[in-house]
Structure formats: structure tokens, C-alpha cells
């Protein structure tokens, strides 16, 4: 059975820092997108970073990038979201969800595009 789940969230200042991290199982790890959302209250699901586990490639929102960095680690069978210089407006439940398919841009991640869910985490920035 597929499993998918985040760990890592938490409270923290704006400024600092968290490393949120995906467990997945069941599916082929080393052969799958594995991106990181979030859904702030009234808003709606949005893909932030994605990695193509077969070749490491990466893209990311221009909201994130160069202060997020997603990462995987085959053995451990984890992908890792490591947030730096963390905002008020990053407050959010963090979803991580894997695609069979190849992501060549951050347009493509959207909920749609990704079969396997985790249950989020929260992560909360306070001013």
C-alpha cells in the first residue's frame, strides 16, 4: 500500500528556520515526482517544490525559491523541504504527494498531476 507521510512542522519565527521531510513507501521512490504543497485557511492548494527523483531535477515557485530547498534521499526513502528565512505568509499546512509522471515545470505541479497524498503538517510563522 502506498504511504505517504510529513513530519516536521511546527512553530517558528519569522526569520527562522524548519526542515520539514516526506516518508514515502509503496510506490517506486527512486522513479517518481515528489512535490511539497501548502494550503494556507481560505486559500487554495499550491504546489512550491517538486523533485524528479530519477535525476534529481527540481523546480520550484518563484515565491520559494532560493529559501526553500527540496531534497531526496534514496535510502532513507525521504524527500526533505528545508525553509530558510521563514515569512508570517508561509503559515500553512505542508503537503507532500508523489506523481508517476516526469515534471519539467512548476506550472505542471498542481493537485491533479499527484495520485498520492500525505495528511500535512503544520507549519506556523509568527511575527
Known amino acids: 500500500e502506498v504511504q505517504v507521510v510529513e513530519s516536521g512542522g511546527g512553530l517558528v519565527q519569522a526569520g527562522g528556520s524548519l526542515t520539514l521531510s516526506c516518508a514515502g513507501s509503496?510506490?517506486?521512490?527512486?522513479?517518481?515526482?515528489i512535490a511539497w504543497f501548502r494550503q494556507a485557511p481560505g486559500k487554495g492548494r499550491e504546489g512550491m517544490a517538486c523533485?524528479?527523483?530519477?535525476?534529481?531535477?527540481?523546480v520550484y515557485a518563484d515565491s520559494v525559491k532560493g529559501r526553500f530547498t527540496i531534497s531526496s534521499d534514496i535510502a532513507k526513502g525521504t524527500v526533505d523541504l528545508q525553509m530558510n528565512s521563514l515569512k508570517p505568509e508561509d503559515t500553512a499546512v505542508y503537503y507532500c504527494?508523489?506523481?508517476?509522471?516526469?515534471?519539467?515545470?512548476?506550472?505542471?505541479?498542481?493537485?491533479?498531476?499527484?495520485?498520492?497524498w500525505g495528511q500535512g503538517t503544520q507549519v506556523t510563522v509568527s511575527s
Open positions: 523533485i524528479n527523483t530519477s535525476d534529481n531535477t527540481t
Open positions: 504527494a508523489v506523481s508517476e509522471i516526469y515534471i519539467q515545470t512548476i506550472g505542471v505541479v498542481a493537485p491533479v498531476v499527484f495520485d498520492h
Open positions: 509503496g510506490f517506486t521512490f527512486d522513479d517518481s515526482a
